[in-house]
């Protein structure tokens, strides 16, 4: 079945830097979303992408859907506290039942002032 | 408001005694499904249901069951709740599109001993 990997789990970052994280799966997608949790809060979502190599931008936030729609990644530039949390992709294959939106691990993201 | 309401937020039970989670959405969304999250594993579907009356298997169904009698509501039982299924529950709805984003409720943190 189809799974979804998320690197890095941990990303430690100083305040005003830069940093990517990176979702890929084995099979090919038909979306991928991204959401955001805080720290003892639930997800929430962000970002859509469906068109293969398709980019959206968010302020700070950078969102990519790579070419074989089978990865994708999310840049944060000029890092800052509020950033904090965990940030997960999920997706649905094109040969799933639209109902089963398989999340990856999640990049848990520590922010040094 | 527009939300996902869990119940109870906290749970801790001991091994065999059946509980519930309740699960109750008012934007009438047909789209509902329970999560589980664990450290290093992300977000992991446990059941998931298209609208009323049907219900699906998620990646990790054992021990669990759920029932949607009505639209708003979706209840999680664990008929003989064990130590392996302590984690962090969500609940959440999606309205009736494909490229809905999934709404989340606040989480249920379960503890079984």
């Known amino acids: 079945g189809q799974q979804v990997m998320q690197i890095p789990q941990y990303q430690h970052v100083q305040e005003g830097e830069d940093f990517t994280t990176y979702c890929n799966s084995s099979?090919?997608?038909?979306?991928i979303q991204w959401y955001k949790q805080r720290p003892g809060g639930h997800p929430v979502f962000l970002i859509q992408l469906v068109k293969s190599g398709e980019v959206k931008k968010q302020k700070r936030l950078t969102f990519q859907f790579g070419e074989a729609k089978k990865n994708s990644s999310l840049h944060i530039t000029a890092t800052q506290t509020t950033d904090v949390g965990t940030y997960f992709c999920a997706g649905r294959g094109t040969t799933d039942s639209w109902g089963k939106l398989q999340f990856g691990a999640g990049t848990q993201v520590v922010v040094t002032p | 408001e527009a939300q996902v309401t869990q119940n109870p937020r906290y749970l801790i039970t001991v091994t065999g005694k059946k509980l519930t989670v309740t699960c109750s959405q008012n934007m009438n969304h047909e789209y509902m499904s329970w999560y589980r999250q664990d450290p290093g594993l992300g977000l992991r579907q446990i059941y998931y249901s298209m609208n009323v009356e049907v219900t699906d298997k998620g990646d990790v169904p054992e021990g669990y069951k759920v029932s949607r009698k009505e639209k708003r509501n979706f209840p999680l039982i664990l008929e003989s709740p064990s130590p392996n299924q302590t984690s962090l529950y969500f609940c959440?709805?999606?309205?009736?599109?494909?490229?809905?984003?999934?709404?989340f409720g606040n989480g249920t943190r379960l503890t079984v001993t």
């Open positions: 099979t090919t997608l038909s979306n």
């Open positions: 959440a709805s999606m309205g009736g599109l494909y490229n809905s984003p999934l709404h």
